[in-house]
């Protein structure tokens, strides 16, 4: 950057002689240029001859000019020496600040209005897909239901793939022979499989996502007639194991799956 050099005029000199050749007012390009040191060499010599005459001009040339050192040190010390941005280039950047700022400004309400509207809509969505305990035992006990009907009564060979999928109760005796589903909500439907025990008894595993569930790792045991419903809630996911109160390894089952 080209350093200022300041000099005293001669009071002996008529300031007639060196008027300042374009304008009475340095202009803001001049003044970026001059203190960039991008001036030509005649062009920089009648600035400064032009300063000299002019101490107010001279005090706000030199405002910038310590501006634009300040910054560049900045940058220097954050980037190590690298290439450093002008006092123009600050300008610019100042003036997209101020704009950006003036606009978020003026339209900061409309900005508030659409976060809560969104932040609504995300509650709603939670809220709408919520499925308390209850639906879901009574989900299970539709399918458990359909499932005893001599008729609904799955084949005793269960598919390759759900063993795969299924959880393993396969120590208690027990084999998945069928996939179940149940709608449980307006937005929300609930997934299991149909399990045989040895005796030839029946149970049904459900589970939905329900991001309101709190945690509940360890089962709690209903009874409604002759049916057990053991349910629990994990990872906002809620299970519930139905089966007749006197099938066997029933609550061993919720045990099992309780501890993965």
Sequence with gaps: MFALSWQFPDPHMDMRTTPFPDSDVLSEADVQAFVDGSLSPERNEQVQRYLRTRPDEARRVGFYERLNREMQQSFEHLDGGAAQPSFATFATFSLIVAGCTGWLRQHLRAIVAVLLLAVCAAGGCVWATRVPATVLDAGA????????????VPAAAAAPLLHTTAPDLSSLGWQPVERSTAQVGPFARANGFIYRNSAGDFAVLLSVRDWTAPAQPQWQARRVGEVRLLGWTTAHTRFVLAGRAQ???????????TMR
């Design 247 to 257: 099938m066997r390894g029933l609550m061993r089952a919720a045990d099992l799956m």
């Design 141 to 152: 006990l539709m399918v458990l239901e359909h499932v005893l009907q001599p008729a609904n």
